[in-house]
């Protein structure tokens, strides 16, 4: 039973990490809690849509960097667990490779504070990273690959 239960939860944790569209895209859960809404009220970055397509929209609009900020808005690409991508916010840096971030719909539902992400690419761009998954405490083992960091404006 405890497996089934696992598998249960591991496929409901898939599932809602497809969220994080923010409106228009026509993918992912669109319930009271979702990523892009979420970065967009907290650092207030007018952008809209796929979480993923942040990067592209904040050309020209929003410097980019690939060196975390406190308030910067850490954008993840889209892949087949996150066909939106994702979007967190970096509450504090802890060193160059390791932040915390608060986001939304990580984990199904909920607003996360002050989770860990680190970077594990190998140039030390942040094109690759590890998110912490609360339901095991600890870090979770897929890496995700990221597009960088949106600074807002002021």
């Known amino acids: 039973m405890k497996g089934v239960?696992?598998?249960i939860a591991a496929v409901g944790g898939l599932?809602?990490?497809a969220a994080c569209a923010g409106g228009g895209?026509?993918?992912g859960w669109h319930g009271a809690?979702?990523?892009a809404p979420y970065a967009r009220q907290v650092t207030h970055v007018q952008l809209s849509g796929a979480a993923a397509s942040w990067w592209g929209q904040a050309q020209g609009h929003y410097p980019r960097?690939?060196?975390p900020r406190s308030g910067a808005v850490l954008v993840f690409r889209a892949t087949g667990r996150l066909p939106d991508g994702h979007v967190s916010v970096v509450?504090?840096?802890r060193s160059p490779r390791e932040v915390l971030v608060d986001?939304?719909?990580w984990v199904p539902g909920r607003i996360g504070r002050g989770e860990p992400v680190i970077d594990v690419s190998a140039r030390n761009?942040?094109?690759r990273v590890k998110v912490w998954w609360s339901p095991i405490h600890d870090m979770g083992k897929t890496v995700y690959p990221a597009y960088g960091f949106i600074l807002p404006a002021g």
């Open 103 to 105: 986001q939304a719909n």
């Open 15 to 17: 599932l809602s990490l």
């Open 65 to 67: 960097t690939h060196a």
């Open 91 to 93: 509450r504090s840096v």
């Open 5 to 7: 239960l696992g598998r």
């Open 33 to 35: 809690v979702q990523c």
């Open 25 to 27: 895209s026509g993918h």
């Open 125 to 127: 761009d942040w094109s």
